[in-house]
DNA sequence: CTGAAAGCGCTAACAC
DNA sequence: GTGTTAGCGCTTTCAG
């Protein structure tokens, strides 16, 4: 690969007349502008990705953090924010925590490294003290989470009333002994929505068994084991707010195997409306996010701090979720 | 953030014995050593990344492509290659092609950028001999894709055997018009995978028609679609081979709403063994894939030829792959 | 309009 | 053991 210098050896002007040509900075005559990007071409220069932003003190590159990526929300997520972000002329580069606060903090030293511009974190394993002092490296932004302490941008949807209305239409149903899931990160974004499970049962006079509340619900697979434990229990829920459509589908096939009727004796509702929902016998009752509009806000947002090089501020971004009825419920 | 040369003048010594410590280089007096690692400890330095790849050449960062993010098989494979790689100490940046001929180039171009230090080409979008030029500025490998002419490492699975021996299994259980799907890139290895259904056919003296051969089976949703076109047939398949568990659940699911039996009328296989072959009813027969091993030669393979600096040459590793027999046939 | 020179932060000869 | 110096490839003053 040629550098800068070759071209302008070979054009014989200085590098500066290269460098102008390449950054379409005026004041360069015509005809030299003509020939170096002919050369330019011809050797099919390209110019060095480090040196450049070395020199700019920056990356064009964003780094997003997710719990795996073989997760179809997660998955929906990437795919939003790559997009937004590529049309901006960003790079992400992706960083899966499994779960785990040390490869959260890997990641946030890329910041310090300078490797990258700023980082939205769709997920959270470590406890916010423990982020913020990467603040001072460069603009970080939650989305998908939601932290009562953090002096960040969040864009996130209500998680609160998800829960609420999800509950609410499972007591409508005549529900009163009802479940809930949720995954390995106790995440306050699940705190929220068990809140919001909690107000409308307390409304309904209703309460929930401990037992009644399952952890570790990601997958599919989660979904099975979910339903054995369940179904070993000796006063079982009778409907059961899964918080993942994955999960939802797991635990539904088990129990149609272990002839339970769905919904009569189990009612299942998922979360995310993810295309699994409709192709389950019976179909699966969920809540619809915005996943693709989560993406491009949390997008838009960060790139304005980073672009105007301002400090984060707390501010919150709620965006709608819907209640989606199927068969399930 | 404190650079080197800060760290050295608090020290009173030169930036290389700093660099030196940072490297873990012998002949640093231990009192030094340990003055700077201290210093290093309370003002949180660390290394600029941008400055430390640039002397060095190199950026210890891989791209994948793959036609999209939110794809379960796309999706493992992207976590197994990308612990892998970490493991490694290389992280790696994905590209989507979304099956464009554009996008693929423009990874490639982040080759002559030096902004990565090679290429897993998770799929593959444009001819060959576009491809091979970029082998100038680094290694490139195939994984899960195959072209006979690519004079690069590939790593992949018998694709014609797979379709081969699902086809033949179709035919075991006595079925005569089988069809086959195909996604939006018409692969040479789908070419591979087609082939072997055309020779499990001619051997039983089957024909296809041309009419039982979709394209644009990627999704769930492309499975409705699909059902639906097969639906609207005058003479229909009674098997199909759809390539993808995905478009087999979404396949089925239409079929049991029409009053199809699954898979008496419509006998249905899949391809991937997703956990969504599980959750359906009836459960999916498949071809099982070894995702996560597939990305782990990948990586192994080509950090050797960065590590080594060696030319990549053709080579072809084929990994097994197991019918998975379940309700759908 | 154009070029010389400095410098982004780091590593590695090479000398002492 | 340690420091001086050059240089990775680029952009940007600043002077002409």
């Not at 511009?117 to 406890?127: M, P, Q, Y």
């Not at 306050?188 to 049962?201: I, N, P």
């Not at 589908?249 to 195997?257: E, F, N, R, T, V």
């Not at 272990?258 to 004796?265: C, G, I, Q």
Request: neutral net charge.
């Amino acid at each position: 690969m040629p550098t800068i210098d070759e071209i302008a050896k070979i054009c014989k002007v200085s590098k500066t007349t290269v460098s102008r040509v390449l950054n379409n900075h005026p004041y360069v005559s015509e005809e030299k502008r003509k020939k170096i990007l002919d050369v330019i071409k011809e050797l099919d220069y390209s110019p060095n990705y480090l040196a450049k932003h070395l020199r700019a003190r920056k990356t064009r590159t964003l780094a997003l953090s997710v719990p795996t990526v073989d997760h179809p929300f997660f998955g929906q997520l990437i795919k939003g924010i790559s997009n937004e972000a590529f049309q901006k002329g960003y790079k992400v580069l992706i960083c899966q925590t499994f779960y785990k606060k040390k490869n959260e903090l890997e990641m946030m030293s890329l910041l310090k490294n300078k490797e990258i511009d700023g980082v939205i974190l769709g997920a959270l394993e470590n406890e916010w003290p423990t982020i913020e002092p990467y603040l001072a490296y460069g603009p970080i932004l939650l989305c998908n989470e939601y932290h009562e302490n953090a002096s960040i941008p969040i864009i996130c949807y209500d998680e609160f009333e998800a829960g609420y209305k999800a509950v609410k239409h499972l007591i409508e149903k005549g529900h009163q002994k009802i479940g809930f899931c949720f995954d390995t990160s106790y995440s306050q974004a699940q705190g929220q929505r068990m809140k919001g499970f909690l107000k409308a049962l307390s409304e309904a006079n209703l309460q929930v068994k401990e037992e009644w509340i399952f952890d570790g619900a990601f997958t599919i697979k989660d979904g099975f084991n979910i339903f054995n434990k369940l179904h070993n229990l000796n006063e079982k829920p009778t409907a059961l707010f899964t918080g993942n459509d994955q999960v939802a589908a797991g635990i539904i096939k088990k129990a149609i195997l272990n002839d339970y009727k769905v919904p009569e004796d189990l009612a299942i509702i998922g979360y995310d409306n993810q295309l699994i929902c409709q192709v389950t016998a019976p179909t699966i009752t969920t809540i619809g996010i915005p996943i693709i509009e989560l993406g491009n806000q949390s997008v838009q947002k960060i790139l304005s701090y980073i672009e105007q090089g301002e400090e984060v501020k707390r501010e919150m971004i709620q965006l709608p979720t819907k209640l989606i009825v199927r068969e399930s419920t």
